[in-house]
């Protein structure tokens, strides 16, 4: 197993970048990264499949909530993705832009988003690659096992986590219900799909501590648990008794 650097990665991590609508940084943006590294804070961004497979910064499916673009991602090339701009005027970025932005002055948690279909093995691969040709501080992670199962063989040697939680909602419906039944989805906020994967780390949803699998997971297999997404100063006390470091939003952060 990879170990996670605890030095370098366990301090507050911003969730897609320090961003701020009103200030003019939107999730997952240039600015919003580079709010973050002037702070000192961890970043953690999304990664989605453009056209033929690569790696862009971006949570949805679509672009219409934050850009001025329209439509799925994955139809995008990665030059029309550039007319898609954000508010303050920046576009889209790709992983390997993200990667010369930040150049290793902060660590990168960077979880690779999944629908619940087989893995883009194009998109798989990029990643890696990237990946492993880069000079910094930089973890890999999914909610969906598959995806690990696959860059552990593309990238051995790049630190790679769990995301998680107790994949519930508030009215009782299981997350991703039209893709996940309730036998995976007891499975999978388990961590009972973790073997093959071999996991550095588990972020696990702040809402759902503490529990039995991450006291587990801290306590017994000793591995670092980040906790998502941390946004009040109640979050903030859960995840200093509950976790190894935060990941946040529209909050200032106080260290754990």
């Known amino acids: 197993m990879v170990q996670l650097d605890r030095a370098v990665f366990l301090r507050p991590i911003a969730h897609r970048g320090l961003h701020d ?7 997952n943006s240039r600015a919003a990264f580079e709010a973050a590294i002037a702070k000192g804070y961890g970043i953690e961004c999304d990664l989605r499949p453009a056209l ?26 990665a030059e029309s993705l550039r ?18 932005l930040v150049r ?33 501080p930089l973890a890999l992670m999914s909610f969906d ?17 769990v995301v998680s939680g107790l994949y519930e909602s508030e009215n009782g419906d299981t997350w991703w219900a039209d893709k996940l039944d309730r036998e995976r989805a007891f499975r999978l906020a388990h961590l009972l799909e973790n073997g093959p994967v071999h996991p550095s780390f588990i972020a696990y949803d702040v809402k759902a501590l503490p529990a039995p699998i991450t006291r587990f997971v801290r306590e017994v297999l ?19 008794q509950w976790a190894d470091a935060p990941i946040f939003e529209g909050i200032e952060p106080h260290p754990i």
Not at 145 to 157: D, Q
């Open 83 to 100: 007319e898609a701009m954000y508010p303050e005027g920046s576009c889209v970025i790709t992983f390997d832009g993200l990667l010369h």
């Open 21 to 27: 609508a009103k200030a003019g940084r939107t999730e």
């Open 52 to 77: 033929g497979g690569v790696p862009v910064v971006f949570h949805d499916e679509t672009l219409d909530r934050v850009t001025s673009g329209i439509g799925l991602v994955a139809q995008q090339t």
């Open 222 to 240: 000793g591995l670092p648990l980040f906790t998502w997404t941390v946004r009040t100063e109640t979050d903030f006390a859960r995840a200093k």
């Open 145 to 161: 096992p598959a995806v690990l199962i696959g860059l552990r063989a593309l990238a051995p040697g790049i630190p790679r986590g």
């Open 104 to 136: 290793g002055r902060v660590p990168l948690l960077v979880e690779i988003k999944s629908e619940w279909e087989p893995p883009n093995a194009k998109f798989l691969a990029e990643i890696a690659r990237l990946s492993m040709a880069y000079q910094g």
